[in-house]
């Protein structure tokens, strides 16, 4: 056999690159998720990954980088959750649907309860760094959802999109924030997010 025939080809070396990338990330989620950011260590990551500490560092500069790549893709699948769905063709059954979603997303993620552990000023300072970007598109969206449910006359002729939309999203933002932080003052039960629901619906429909 040929150098050539035994050595892998750019494309397979590209896939087994991205392949430890994603075990790193795997492990990484599972680790800060159990332990917070504190308790997880680059070593253990490793360990779970199946990579030396080395290796690991290749992709990553350190924990802190390899952490805040995490919580970026935390916060884009949190944000795909969130888009309507295909049969939710009602502009009201696709704003329910975008909160309900969003809140079920933050009870169920194990790395968003667990990262408040530590540091929970510096935690949530991080989810909203991470979240930024994501605001106006978030916002421009349910703007989007009610200027075609006014259109449709589903929702009030006269209803001030600009401003709906911001305590939409608002409503959405914090209940979802009530969901992975779960302080006993401020509950995100089943009975309050349904009461949120019919706030928008009485607050926006024709």
Request: with cysteine; proline share 4%; charged share 35%.
């Amino acid at each position: 056999m040929t150098e050539s025939a035994r050595a892998p080809g750019p494309g397979r070396r590209r896939e087994a690159s991205e392949e430890r990338r994603t075990r790193i990330l795997e492990a990484a989620r599972d680790c800060f998720g159990e332990l917070g950011f504190a308790g997880a260590t680059v070593g253990e990551i490793a360990r779970r990954a199946g990579v030396s500490n080395g290796l690991l560092y290749q992709f990553f500069r350190n924990k802190e980088h390899l952490f805040e790549v995490v919580l970026e893709e935390i916060i884009r699948d949190w944000v795909r959750e969130m888009v309507p769905r295909d049969d939710d063709v009602a502009a009201l059954d696709a704003l329910e649907g975008m909160l309900r979603r969003s809140v079920a997303f933050c009870r169920t993620h194990p790395l968003l309860p667990a990262l408040l552990v530590d540091d929970q000023d510096l935690q949530l300072s991080r989810i909203r760094g991470a979240s930024r970007d994501r605001v106006q598109p978030h916002r421009d969206l349910v703007a989007s959802i009610l200027r075609r449910g006014v259109e449709s006359g589903e929702l009030r002729a006269d209803l001030d999109v600009t401003g709906a939309a911001d305590v939409i999203c608002q409503l959405q933002s914090d209940y979802s924030g009530r969901a992975y932080r779960r302080e006993p003052g401020f509950p995100d039960s089943d009975d309050i997010i349904d009461a949120a629901v019919d706030l928008i619906r009485h607050a926006v429909r024709a």
